[in-house]
């Protein structure tokens, strides 16, 4: 059974800093572009950064450049999203999904998890 499981969610300072996970089972993460997006209460879910399957090359959204970093570990079947200076308006649902195309689009995003909430608050 093909499944994406986030964990590392939670609440935080602003300034701090969190690592989310993205654990596959039931397929090969390293075949796939693996996106993070992030819903907040009353707003559209945001692509956050994706890291790709042939190269491994990375991107992200300009709000977040500089202060998070995708990785993955193909030995463990898991992506990771670190987040470094959380800022309040981070907090939201965050999301890890996987392409069998390579994409890092919402729209062509195959599979998802079903979230983890990171909460940025004094």
């Known amino acids: 059974q093909v499944q994406l499981v986030e964990s590392g969610g939670g609440l935080v300072q602003p300034g701090g800093s969190l690592r989310l996970s993205c654990a596959a089972s039931g397929f090969t993460l390293d075949y796939y572009n693996i996106g993070w997006f992030r819903q907040a209460p009353g707003k559209e879910r945001e692509g956050v950064s994706c890291i790709s399957s042939s190269d491994g090359s990375t991107s992200y959204a300009d709000s977040v450049k500089g202060r998070f970093t995708i990785s993955r570990d193909n030995v463990k079947n898991t992506v990771y999203l670190q987040m470094n200076s959380l800022k309040p308006e981070d907090t939201a649902v965050y999301y890890c999904?996987?392409?069998?195309?390579?994409?890092?689009?919402?729209?062509?995003?195959?599979?998802w998890g079903k979230g983890t909430l990171v909460t940025v608050s004094s």
């Open positions: 999904a996987a392409a069998v195309m390579p994409t890092c689009d919402y729209e062509g995003m195959d599979y």
